[in-house]
């Protein structure tokens, strides 16, 4: 990567056919011991961020827009544009210098105290209270100038995410020449959920103003097309049959058929549904090294006979860490022949320590970790190991390897990618994955046992159904689980992509995804 500083009030810095607009950086800034800055790769080699860049390729040239706290926006030493060199492609970061105040409002406060809550259906922490909708209209704003600026005549903008909901809008205003994609990587709630939110027609009239609207899902697609018809005249130009790929019988999030397109004002807007995979390859390649295998030997012989249940995620109240803990409690009470036979692995990782929310959550999960410690431990056995902290990728691959049963039960969650990473790291085709029938992933996974979060009976049954689950059967279903993850993986999910951001506006898919 060789960056090159442009003059930011150069105008005639090459514009860009295809222009990625999203919260975060493509890239991380180090400091070095004499106080410059270098840029580093994510550290999170199997994120969304290396396939988004993967797009610049197709391109002659590209662009980033992103945001970046400075103390001062109005200083002139600011690099507002970076252009980077890299294996991907040429393509410029255009950066914008958002206040300490602008970030905690438009990030912490709206994005996480008002958006967040509703598009996980979580009605009781909803708080609208406290946002400055100006302030997210104006960061808003300057990503869609800075968009504007950067695209070509007929470029594809390409945004992602709730936070930035408006940009759309905006883009169409200053530049009604280019083509606008967005993809959403959140769940979408239902017409009665997300219409608590004030603001609702101003975000989804900037969301009618996309060429393409992108889910992970069906269930989120439809509950869009049905949010839209609650607020506005919209007319539905295609409804298509859902892929056996994406049904699930009798999970809580399946579609059986969905809307392809709607017409607003004159405007066609293509609706799709495209689950975003893993790099299976890349997974698959970590499993495989020696030393990953060599710390997996260490972690099976340090627990013996024992069997060890991976659980990994965020700290978040959509997470549901507590009550997993608390179904660990009751299995460990009920099943005494378990105890010193069982390992939990709980890692909860701090999404935001400032927000008290958050806080809350780790305080609770401690405190129920540090219970069942106390009640059932030994001086050679801990029901519970807990890390709040993240685990490097290639460690937490040969734990993956190591784990008899992966444990993912979120109360909500728009896709999940832990439980892929999971069957995707199991090529020795063993382990059993229990999955919450509420993470978008579930609609994929038929093979996982599914389990419902809200309910004790549901969850308690099925952990201990995994754990007594019979070689032949866990064989079975992790073969198929591979075949399905295999099939549609981050590539899968790249060229879905690319296919909806060439189509003409307002053309129909004949299916939401590839079928696998």
Known sequence: MTPRTIDTKDDDHQRSDLVIVYHRQPYEEVEEEDGSIRLRENTSPNGIVPTLRSFFADVDH????????ADDPSNPGFERHIEIQDAFGRYTVSRLPLTAHQVREFYMVTSKEAFWPILHSFRERY??????WPNFREVNW???EAAAAEAAPGATVWVHDYNL???????????????????HHTPFPSADMFNMLPWRREIVQSLLACDVVGFHIPRYAANFVSVARSLFDVETTGRMRVEDALINEGTALTERSMVTGLLHDGHKVTVAATPVGVDVGYIEECARKPETLARMQEIRDELGDAQLILSVGRT???????????????????????RGKVRLMHVSVSANRNMEAYAEI????????????????TFHWQPVALMSRAVPFDQLIAYYRAADVAWITPIADGMNLVCKEYIAARVDCDGVLVLSEFAGAAVELDASITTNPFSHRAMDQAIAHALEMAPEERAGRMERLRTQVAAYD???WGDAQRELLERDPGAQSKTPVQAA
């Open 127 to 132: 708080n609208y209270d406290p946002v400055d």
């Open 62 to 69: 590209g662009a980033w827009i992103a945001w970046k706290q």
């Open 165 to 183: 909901w408006l940009v759309p809008g905006y883009l169409r205003q200053l530049r009604p020449d280019v083509k606008i994609s967005f993809f």
């Open 316 to 338: 978040d109240y959509t997470k549901g860490g507590a009550q997993q803990l608390e179904s660990y409690e009751r299995l460990l009470e009920s099943r005494p022949d378990l």
């Open 362 to 377: 780790q305080s609770e999960i401690e405190s129920v970790a540090g219970r069942i410690n106390g009640r059932f431990g």
């Open 490 to 492: 981050i590539r899968a």
């Open 142 to 144: 300057a990503f869609a």
